[in-house]
Each structure stands twice: as structure tokens, then as C-alpha cells.
């Protein structure tokens, strides 16, 4: 069946269509890829004509390709000539870190400016447009910026991530730009650092053999097989268990637990939708032979999403870590940890957050119903932070423990499904009516809860758990013969109070933090 086909009888937009076909296409496009690196030059032709053709020859996207490769230039030549080249002429030149700075805030920016020209011609999200690419460009652009910030830095002043990712050497523009354009991350990424893409066309990603390591070819089938099985699921069930329905009058028919299951089965078909799309790009990047990752020899460089990991979950830290990785760590490196400290030696604070939350708000794009999910999530998290650390240190090493698990999963996953509704909804009356119609059960789950722990709640169960860590202690010093037991006892109560409470990317290095703190307190 041929697209027009499919269209014709209603079963996706067109533009959906061409984009699952794309993404699908990409794979085998891909195969000849591992080949091509014997010759360089050609395999970033190869693949700067095959995403032209995505942007150009299928969605007509003149003026944004122009766009993109504006961009591109642009942030290439302002790293060269800001960064690259003063290091050249002067050995004891130090780069500003303000230069990456402001090449962030001009593609967000650029970026934000495509967005509201969506959001105020009303282009329906059913159309694709330039700003699917740009985000995922944006985020390339941006890391690329401080690669290369940081590979004229000292040394001793970067983490072993910088290391691995510094550019000390400028590259050429043909190879920027094919990294920009690598066709099985053009379209939804997943956005990979330049030296990553240098290794990989260099053919030192594979090892010292240069020889593509085995299981690629049956991991890209195997991602195909999922995105193929949850095309056939939401194609089916989509339609059915959708968000879109609850604004219709035969859901107040229901009564509220029907209302809830449907609301569960939304959820997961809408999450269903993001599988498909990012399975299928994970086969295209795995058989381009750039998804290997050396460190754990594993062909899982390109994956977005852990399926199993989120829909398990049993707190809003393992939703967060597997979703969207590639993002979460974008934010991370380029946003929270790039944040000026006070003094050295700080870890990221209030400001961190801030930035990370503005830097993603922004990303996403500024649709007011997008900010109900930020700001209820924000509560939900901090309620799940406040759990972890005063409540969840009673069952650990209890009977009880599977059982808070369970009402963990079942209470992250009800309540994730309710939180998101304006992420797919994109109208805040229509949202606000959705909640509505499920008696805000979400809100009052997470608001109640604050509430009492908030009170006083916290501080006295936190005071508790400080007591009897403290008697642990003790005993540890009376009873020699169980110190090892005792003190994976203890260690496991510090990070129940303080280091699971990390929730997406804003709150990194909690557990060295308290155990540093601990560490003073006894001296």
C-alpha cells in the first residue's frame, strides 16, 4: 500500500506516514554505511544528500534545511575563530566559557522563534516541520560548542566525560556538517557527541582491528521487531485508549475506575507512539555500525529509551534516567554542570536547576499546556524526593520492602499517566477539563502527601531515621565480627535519604554530598 493509499483511508496524516516510512527506510540506507568509512569523504556525502532528500525531497523543507546548515556554519566558524584559533596563536590562551554560552542561547533561541511560528500559524502536529530536526540539531550544536570549549581547557580542570568528548582539533567543514546531517539521527535523534562520530568514521569506534563487532545487524532487527510491535499496537488500540476521548461526553458516562483504567491505557499507547519512533531510529543508527559503545562493548550507544525500565518503575528517578536519554544527558553536560559555581569544589545547586528547567522548557517549545506538566511534575518529584528519604529507609531490608515497591509502581505509573495529559492534550482548557473529569485525583495524591510531610512530617521521620542510623553505628563498634553487614546496612539508609532523591538532571552528586556531610559531622 502506498502512502497516498493509507492516507485515503484515513489510517495516519500523511506526514506521519512519510516520517515512519522514512525512519523505517533509514535502516537499510544504513547498511552500506560501515563500508563507506574505509572512505570518509564519501560516507559524509553519502549521508549529507540522503538527509537533504529527507528534509528536501519528502517534506519540502527548503527554507529550513537553509535554516540548519545556517546554524551549523555558524556555530563551526564561531568555535573556530572565538576558541580554536586564539588557542593556536597564543599557548596561554584561556577561552571564555561565556563563548558556548551565547552560541546556547542563540540556537534555543532560533529554535524558540520556529516554535511560536507554530504555535500562532496553528500548524497542526500532525504536519512535520523544521523544528522536529532543529531540536535534535540544536542539541549536536550546542555540545559541540563545548566540546571544543573544553578541549583547550587544562586537563586537570575536566571530568572523565569532558575528556572523552574534548575536541582539541578542529575538524574539517565537510565533516561537521555530515556529522550535523548523519541521516539515522537526523529526523529524532538520538544526538551523539562529535567524538563519538569522529570515532566512528575514523573506524576507531569498533576497537583496534577496525572490524565491525558482531550482533549489530540481529540488535537492529530486534529494535525493528519493537517498533514494528508497538505500530500494531497503538495502530489497533490508539484510536481507542486515547487522551482525546476523554473530552467526549460519553466518558462521563463512566463510572471513575473505568475512568482511571482508561486513563492508564492512554498513557501507555501515547508513550507507545515515542517506542515506535525511537526503536525504529535506534535500528537505523545500530546497522550504521555508529551505535556500538566501546566502553560496554555493547551496540546500545544509540538507545533513547529503556521500555522495561520505565513501564517497572518504581519511583519518578527510574522514569526519568530511561527516558529520552540522550536528552537528559544533553541537559546534564551542557546545561547543569556547566553552571558557574560559587566556589570550587560546590556541587550544582539552585541555580543548576533553575537553568536546566528554563533550558528544557524552552527546548520543548513555550505551549502554555506544557508548562502544567512541568509545574505539577515538579511537585511530584519533590514528593517523591521527600519519600526516598524519609520514608522508604523504614522498609528497606524488611519484609515490607516488595510491597512499598509494588505501591511505588503502581503510584508512579497512575499518576505519570495523569501528570502528562497536557504533553499530549497541548491545550491547557482542554487539560484542565481532562483532570477535571477524573476528580484531580492526581493532584490530591501528590498535594496531601507534601502537605503532611512538609508540616512536620518529614523532619520528624528523618529525625528518626538519623537516631537510629546513629545506634547502627554503635553497634557496628560493639560487634566487630558484623561490620560488613552493618555497614552496607548503613550505607543503604544514607542513600535512601539522600541519594535516590536525584530526579531527571537537576540534582547529580547527592550522594557524595551527604556523605561528605556525614564525614564532617564525625570529625
Excluded at 44 to 60: A, D, E, K, R
Aim: with cysteine.
Amino acid at each position: 500500500m502506498t502512502i497516498s493509499t493509507l492516507t485515503s483511508l484515513n489510517i495516519l496524516p500523511p506526514d506521519i506516514l512519510k516520517l515512519l516510512s522514512l525512519l523505517l527506510l533509514s535502516t537499510p540506507l544504513s547498511i552500506p554505511i560501515p563500508h563507506l568509512t574505509k572512505h570518509p569523504t564519501i560516507l559524509h556525502i553519502y549521508s549529507i544528500l540522503i538527509s537533504f532528500g529527507f528534509l528536501i525531497g519528502v517534506f519540502n523543507l527548503r527554507f529550513g534545511t537553509i535554516q540548519l546548515l545556517i546554524a551549523s556554519i555558524t556555530t563551526y566558524l564561531t568555535c573556530h575563530f572565538l576558541i580554536a584559533l586564539p588557542s593556536i596563536k597564543n599557548k596561554t590562551f584561556k577561552p571564555n566559557s561565556s563563548t558556548p554560552w551565547w552560541i546556547f542561547a542563540g540556537l534555543l533561541a532560533h529554535l524558540t522563534i520556529n516554535h511560536s511560528k507554530r504555535i500562532f500559524l496553528n500548524v497542526s502536529y500532525d504536519t512535520v516541520e523544521i523544528t522536529g530536526a532543529q531540536m535534535v540539531l540544536v542539541m549536536k550544536l550546542s555540545t559541540f560548542a563545548w566540546n571544543v570549549y573544553d578541549g583547550h581547557r587544562p586537563i586537570e580542570d575536566l571530568d572523565e566525560y569532558q575528556k572523552s568528548t574534548a575536541i582539541r582539533k578542529m575538524p574539517g567543514l565537510l565533516e561537521f556538517i555530515a556529522y550535523c546531517f548523519f541521516f539515522p539521527s537526523l529526523l529524532v535523534g538520538p544526538a551523539i557527541p562529535f567524538a563519538h562520530y569522529k570515532a566512528f568514521a575514523d573506524r576507531k569506534l569498533w576497537g583496534s582491528n577496525a572490524n565491525v563487532p558482531k550482533g549489530r545487524l540481529n540488535h537492529a532487527l530486534k529494535s525493528l521487531a519493537i517498533g514494528f510491535a508497538f505500530a500494531g499496537l497503538v495502530g489497533t488500540y490508539g484510536s481507542k485508549w486515547s487522551y482525546d476521548r476523554m473530552l467526549e461526553d460519553s466518558f462521563l458516562e463512566k463510572n471513575w475506575l473505568q475512568r482511571l483504567l482508561h486513563v492508564q491505557l492512554s498513557g501507555f499507547m501515547s508513550r507507545g507512539k515515542y517506542y515506535l519512533v525511537w526503536s525504529l531510529s535506534q535500528a537505523a543508527f545500530t546497522t550504521s555500525g555508529c551505535g556500538y559503545d566501546p566502553i560496554t562493548k555493547s551496540w546500545l550507544a544509540g538507545q533513547n529509551i529503556d521500555i522495561l525500565a520505565i513501564e517497572l518503575a518504581q519511583n519518578y528517578k527510574a522514569v526519568f534516567d530511561h527516558w529520552n536519554m540522550k536528552t537528559n544527558l544533553w541537559l546534564r553536560e551542557c546545561v547543569y554542570k556547566r553552571v558557574p559555581l560559587k566556589k570550587e569544589g560546590d556541587k550544582p545547586g539552585f541555580k543548576a536547576t533553575l537553568a536546566t528547567f528554563i533550558a528544557s522548557a524552552a527546548w520543548h517549545g513555550p505551549l502554555p499546556a506544557y508548562f502544567l506538566v512541568f509545574i505539577s511534575g515538579a511537585f511530584v518529584q519533590a514528593l517523591g524526593r521527600s519519600f526516598r528519604r524519609s520514608i522508604r529507609p523504614f522498609f528497606i531490608n524488611t519484609s515490607l520492602k516488595p510491597v512499598y515497591d509494588i505501591i511505588g509502581l503502581l503510584a508512579v505509573q497512575t499518576n505519570l499517566n495523569y501528570i502528562v495529559i497536557p504533553f499530549l492534550l497541548l491545550d491547557v482548557r482542554n487539560s484542565i477539563e481532562a483532570w477535571n473529569r477524573l476528580g484531580w485525583y492526581g493532584h490530591l495524591a501528590t498535594g496531601l502527601p507534601i502537605i503532611l510531610l512538609w508540616a512536620g512530617g518529614e523532619k520528624a521521620s528523618r529525625a528518626k531515621i538519623s537516631k537510629s542510623s546513629t545506634n547502627t553505628t554503635t553497634t557496628t563498634h560493639q560487634q566487630p565480627k558484623a561490620e560488613m553487614k552493618t555497614i552496607a546496612t548503613a550505607t543503604t539508609v544514607v542513600i535512601g535519604k539522600k541519594g535516590n532523591a536525584v530526579v531527571e538532571t537537576t540534582s547529580f552528586g547527592e550522594v557524595e554530598e551527604v556523605l561528605m556531610q556525614l564525614k564532617a559531622k564525625k570529625e
